[in-house]
């Protein structure tokens, strides 16, 4: 019973529609489509310049995947040409800030993860380097501390507290911090040789652009300016443009990036990579129960929100297989995959039909049918809305926010910013609505 799951019964592995970010890895550079010019840009910020690079673009478009593969590739590029090519190493996870924490306890998780990538990379490295490294890199790769590290590295995770731990290895958090310093200028003389790249994600938790930009205006002389630690920022909905404007900053971050979502041609294609790669045999016959075509079908929907559109696709694979259907030609997945989406859809929007009335659901068609805004508009769109005053467009955003609908900011820097946008849920309400209009 507790065997198979459903994707190894259909002739997979495990499940193509994994909605987690594709990691630091080869599986992540095998399953990352369509992103060659970004990645382009991105090695080129990274290796050019000391400033931490912002990648900006919507909610679930594949900000952390690329982030995450580019690194891979910079790490990959190293192994195969050796110096002078940077060396660009992967941290093992990505960093949120909290509201509540503190820059210096966001200092002391980072440099533990950067200790960790050190170690976890130099025997990776040890056995891969083809042509030889640096002296520095060859000696932190042959380097008794490396050992030493891994102990008191693993005592400091097992503590947390960063007090004076495992005193048999002679660390304490600040003399920890010291030679972990020490080795990162040493083996990261200079930018352009790279260093340990920390990924800073969705910075549009935060919710208010000042807030996010105090935040790592406080980062600036803790995090920002070790040397051997490159930085990519992540965020949403436009927050890092009102990061980017603070002085005390300027010089600190480069000029974000725009990360578009997937063409519709790339969100066909990811769908036949994950079918290709996660498949058991070749001689093994794989079953899907909806089609390319219905993958990209629903990524139009949902108005490129990758996450979301995998999300769903996974859910619908579970319904199929717990009701025990079983569509073979494509017209008959077509058939039963839009039933099921119209009825959830139809779910969600009769749960929310006590709370919202018929202006809110005005409001959000009126967003989402508006060519030039796209799903995102602005406070200043209010007349355009069909509202007198930003006043009366207030509680329905806010209705619909509460929903699940809007997801707004609460801002504050840049008036003209586009602070509320439709979310992946609001975008299938709206289907829903055109489809009932239809029929
Ligand atoms: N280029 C790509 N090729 C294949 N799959 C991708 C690509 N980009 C993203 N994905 C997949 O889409 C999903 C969302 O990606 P990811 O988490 O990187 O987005 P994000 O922009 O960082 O989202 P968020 O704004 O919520 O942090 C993940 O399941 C990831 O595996
Ligand atoms: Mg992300």
């Not at 509460?402 to 910013?417: E, F, I, M, Y």
Request: one cysteine or more.
């Amino acid at each position: 019973m507790f065997d198979n799951n459903i994707y190894n019964d259909w002739g997979f592995k495990e499940s193509p529609f994994s909605k987690k970010p594709l990691h630091s890895n080869e599986t992540g550079d095998n399953l990352l489509v369509g992103r060659d010019e970004d990645i382009r840009k991105l090695a080129l910020k990274m290796i050019s310049s000391d400033a931490a690079v912002c990648l900006d673009g919507p909610v679930g478009a594949g900000k952390t995947s690329l982030a995450n593969v580019t690194i891979y590739k910079g790490m990959k590029n190293f192994l195969v040409k050796g110096v002078p090519s940077p060396l660009l190493l992967p941290c093992a996870r990505s960093f949120q800030i909290k509201p509540e924490q503190s820059a210096d306890e966001l200092k002391f998780e980072v440099l533990i993860e950067v200790a960790q990538a050190l170690i976890d990379n130099a025997s990776k490295l040890q056995y891969a380097l083809k042509i030889g490294g640096s002296i520095e890199v060859n000696a932190w790769l042959n380097s008794p501390l490396i050992n030493q590290w891994r102990e008191g590295v693993a005592s400091m995770f097992a503590n947390g507290d960063g007090g004076q731990v495992n005193e048999g290895v002679g660390f304490s958090k600040s003399g920890f911090e010291k030679v972990l310093t020490n080795w990162l200028e040493k083996i990261f003389p200079g930018g352009q040789n790279g260093g340990v790249v920390c990924v800073i994600d969705n910075l549009e938790l935060l919710e208010k652009s000042a807030e996010a930009r105090k935040k790592i205006e406080n980062l600036r002389d803790t995090l920002l300016n070790i040397r051997g630690i490159k930085w990519i920022l992540c965020g949403a909905h436009g927050i890092l443009q009102g990061v980017i404007t603070s002085p005390r900053l300027a010089g600190y971050l480069q000029e974000p990036l725009p990360i578009k979502p997937l063409t519709l041609k790339n969100a066909g294609e990811l769908f036949n990579r994950r079918v290709n790669f996660f498949k058991i045999a070749d001689e093994v016959d794989q079953y899907l129960p909806l089609s390319s075509r219905d993958f990209h079908t629903l990524y139009t929907i949902l108005q490129h929100n990758l996450r979301i559109c995998l999300s769903y696709a996974e859910d619908y694979c579970m319904h199929v297989s717990m009701h025990g259907l079983k569509p073979q030609s494509d017209a008959e997945k077509s058939q039963i995959f839009f039933g099921w989406l119209k009825e959830r859809a139809k779910g969600i929007y009769e749960g929310l039909r006590p709370h919202a009335g018929e202006t809110a659901i005005k409001l959000l068609c009126m967003a989402a049918s508006s060519s030039d805004m796209e799903g995102e508009f602005s406070p200043g769109d209010h007349d355009r809305l069909g509202f007198s005053s930003l006043q009366a467009m207030r509680p329905h955003v806010k209705t619909l926010e509460d929903c699940g609908l809007l997801s707004a900011q609460k801002d504050d820097l840049d008036q003209r910013r586009k602070t509320i946008s439709i979310t992946g849920k609001g975008w299938l309400i709206y289907w829903y609505k055109v489809t009932l209009a239809q029929n």
